[in-house]
């Protein structure tokens, strides 16, 4: 009896068996099941992924590879035209099918596209299953029927559609094709740095589905009930850490919603309740980028296009390096060059710094996050920094500029995440931790802090340089009103 024909399973932000709904339906096909990845950054254009993310799907595609071979498969590994080699995959497997997830935004609608027009111009059938998202951004709408720019409101609306789906459980047994088709190694990908720079990233970090399961396990046993008071804290690991687990798809946002909810009593009720807040603001992200495409490269509030944004590369610099002098902003991008992430909270005070005390665009400091972030994230990225330069949808009001000083204290009291990061303020007593140059000298001397040796005088008065960013502000025409577009 002649056996069924291959399915190709092509895999993007979706590197795991667990839960994977395209995978789960190839296997029930009967028939053979080619994994198959394709790197090709040239079609991703200037979205392709950053020196950081490459790193991770390096480990991602390794341990992802391990996995399926545990399967009784293997990971085909393919590089440049992802049509082409879609096609040129499914003839040598005699494959008749292609299944992928979902991607949402520009860059995966534009994968999708292309790709289902060859494919049937091939005669090959094309198949979208749900992809990385609990909400489908295409459903969830305002009354008006159009896309949601205010949190609250999405959430209500989200939450209202009832429980997400339970995860599926993990794929254990694929059948093989009768001959694997060609493919790369994953040396031959390229994705590790030349000059190796990685070492405090493989400190920090273990990509990968066994990774990702660890993480959320210590999650749930030591951060989840406290979670409402911990996220704030810089110093603590109060947060998940499940951000580039979730980005490349290790794990699956079901399985993460599902374990917060059955924690029982484990998870106080509003900690759960909390977390699972969070992440719908990831779907909230992709639900604007979904809808407002244009809003990586522009603000969502078409006025700010017009913001005079400055030139200044010496400024950009030093905060790149982590060298403003102010304490908690040089402890965030220290720790976000050395671990390839950084707290949100500290996320949010780094990016205000940038665009509001430096007037630098915040198209600069989310590419410098795309370069460097391990989660690197275009929907969440682009959310994060449109909040903080007041332009995007839900965004702080143009007045509220965070004081990196007073953050500091408020969030990180002790100190324990500046001495980490910053390790020339580390003998500083708490007192003084977050303004140096404010210490008497005798306390400087005695902490061996040597301002403009060691540790740099603050780059800017905060005091003056937030009554420049409101001075350009409010000559902005129409700042307030609504985006164009909504
Ligand atoms: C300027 C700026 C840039 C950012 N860039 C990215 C990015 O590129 N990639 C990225 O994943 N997140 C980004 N964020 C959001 C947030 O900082 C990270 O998701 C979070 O710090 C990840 O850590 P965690 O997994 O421990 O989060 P937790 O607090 O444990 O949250 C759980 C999950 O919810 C989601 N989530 C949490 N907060 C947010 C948020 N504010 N927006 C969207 N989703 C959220 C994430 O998927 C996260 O893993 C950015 C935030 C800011 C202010």
């Not at 949402?104 to 749900?130: D, H, K, M």
């Not at 694929?174 to 030349?194: E, H, M, Y």
């Not at 998940?240 to 059955?262: D, K």
């Not at 390096?321 to 102010?326: M, S, V």
């Amino acid at each position: 009896m002649k056996g069924r024909a291959a399915t190709v399973v092509w895999l993007r932000e979706d590197l795991r068996l667990d839960d994977h709904p395209a995978l789960t339906a190839a296997t029930e096909t009967g028939g053979p099941v080619v994994p198959l990845h394709i790197w090709s950054p040239a079609e991703d254009g200037r979205w392709a992924p950053g020196a950081a993310s490459r790193w991770w799907q390096h480990h991602a595609l390794h341990d992802l590879d391990t996995a399926l071979a545990g399967a009784g498969a293997r990971l085909i590994l393919r590089k440049g035209s992802m049509v082409e080699n879609l096609v040129s995959v499914c003839r040598a497997t005699g494959a008749v099918a292609v299944y992928a997830s979902r991607r949402y935004g520009p860059v995966g609608a534009g994968e999708e596209s292309r790709a289902a027009a060859a494919l049937r111009a091939a005669g090959i059938e094309w198949r979208l299953f749900p992809g990385a998202l609990l909400f489908d951004p295409a459903i969830i709408a305002t009354g008006a029927g159009r896309p949601y720019q205010v949190f609250t409101p999405f959430w209500r609306q989200c939450t209202g559609q009832g429980e997400p789906r339970a995860p599926l459980p993990p794929v254990t047994r694929l059948i093989a094709p009768a001959r694997w088709p060609d493919g790369v190694t994953l040396a031959d990908l390229s994705l590790l740095p030349v000059r190796d720079w990685s070492a405090g990233l493989a400190r920090a970090w273990t990509p990968g589905a066994a990774g990702a399961k660890a993480a959320l396990k210590r999650f749930l046993a030591e951060a989840a009930d406290t979670y409402p008071e911990g996220r704030n804290m810089p110093g603590a690991d109060g947060t998940s850490r499940l951000s580039p687990y979730l980005h490349s798809g290790e794990l699956s946002a079901h399985r993460v919603w599902h374990a917060v909810r059955s924690a029982g009593r484990a998870v106080r009720a509003d900690a759960a309740e909390a977390y699972l807040r969070q992440l719908v603001w990831r779907e909230f992200a992709q639900h604007l980028l979904h809808h407002f495409p244009h809003t990586a490269e522009q603000p969502l509030r078409g006025e700010y296009a017009a913001f005079p944004w400055l030139v200044d590369d010496a400024g950009r610099r030093a905060w790149q390096k982590g060298q403003t002098g102010f304490p908690i902003v040089d402890a965030g991008m220290r720790q976000l060059w050395e671990t390839g992430w950084m707290h949100n909270r500290v996320r949010m005070i780094v990016a205000s710094f940038l665009v509001k005390d430096l007037l630098v665009s915040w198209q600069s400091g989310a590419a410098w996050f795309w370069d460097t972030l391990v989660d690197a994230d275009l929907a969440n990225n682009t959310l994060g920094w449109q909040w903080a330069a007041g332009c995007g949808a839900d965004a702080a009001p143009y007045f509220r500029i965070f004081n990196p000083t007073l953050q500091g204290e408020r969030f990180d009291p002790e100190g324990s995440y500046v001495r980490r990061y910053v390790p020339e303020l580390g003998r500083l007593p708490a007192r003084w931790i977050h303004q140096p140059a404010q210490a008497p000298g005798d306390v400087q001397r005695a902490a061996g802090v040597r301002l403009g040796d060691n540790y740099p005088e603050p780059m800017v008065s905060h005091t003056a340089a937030r009554m420049r960013a409101l001075a350009a502000l409010k000559r902005m025409p129409s700042r307030r009103e609504d985006a164009r577009g909504a």
